[in-house]
Nanobody, 126 residues
Framework: EVQLVESGGGLVQAGGSLRLSCAAS????????IGWIRQVPGKEREVVSS????????YYADSVKGRFTISSDNAENTLYLQMNNLKPEDTAVYFC???????????????????WGQGTQVTVSS
C-alpha cells in the first residue's frame, strides 16, 4: 500500500523559512515522480515543485523559483521541500504526491499524480 505522510507545516512570518518532509512507503522512489502540490480554498491545485529521484530532474513553478528547493533522500524514501523567503501568497495546504514518471515536461500537471498524502497547512503572515 502506497502511503505518503507530510510534516513540517506551520505558521511563519513573511520572509521566514519552513522545511516540509514527506515520508513515503509502499513504492520505490526510482520508478516515480514525486512532488509538492498546494491548494488554496476556492482555487485549483498547483504543482509547486516535483522531482524524479531516479535522475534528479526537477520542476519548479515560476512563483517559487529561487525560493524553494526540492530534494529527496532515496535511501530513506523521504521527500523534502525547503521553503525560504516565504510570502503570504504561499499560504496553502501542501500535499505530497506521487505518480509514474511521465517525463520532465509533464511534472507540472496535477493529474499525473495518483497517490496523495493528507496535506499539511502552511500559513505565512504578513
Amino acid at each position: 500500500e502506497v502511503q505518503l505522510v507530510e510534516s513540517g507545516g506551520g505558521l511563519v512570518q513573511a520572509g521566514g523559512s519552513l522545511r516540509l518532509s514527506c515520508a513515503a512507503s509502499g513504492f520505490s522512489f526510482d520508478d516515480y515522480a514525486i512532488g509538492w502540490i498546494r491548494q488554496v480554498p476556492g482555487k485549483e491545485r498547483e504543482v509547486v515543485s516535483s522531482i524524479t529521484p531516479r535522475n534528479g530532474r526537477t520542476y519548479y513553478a515560476d512563483s517559487v523559483k529561487g525560493r524553494f528547493t526540492i530534494s529527496s533522500d532515496n535511501a530513506e524514501n523521504t521527500l523534502y521541500l525547503q521553503m525560504n523567503n516565504l510570502k503570504p501568497e504561499d499560504t496553502a495546504v501542501y500535499f505530497c504526491a506521487a505518480g509514474a514518471d511521465p517525463g520532465t515536461y509533464y511534472l507540472k500537471f496535477v493529474n499525473i499524480y495518483d497517490y496523495w498524502g493528507q496535506g499539511t497547512q502552511v500559513t505565512v503572515s504578513s
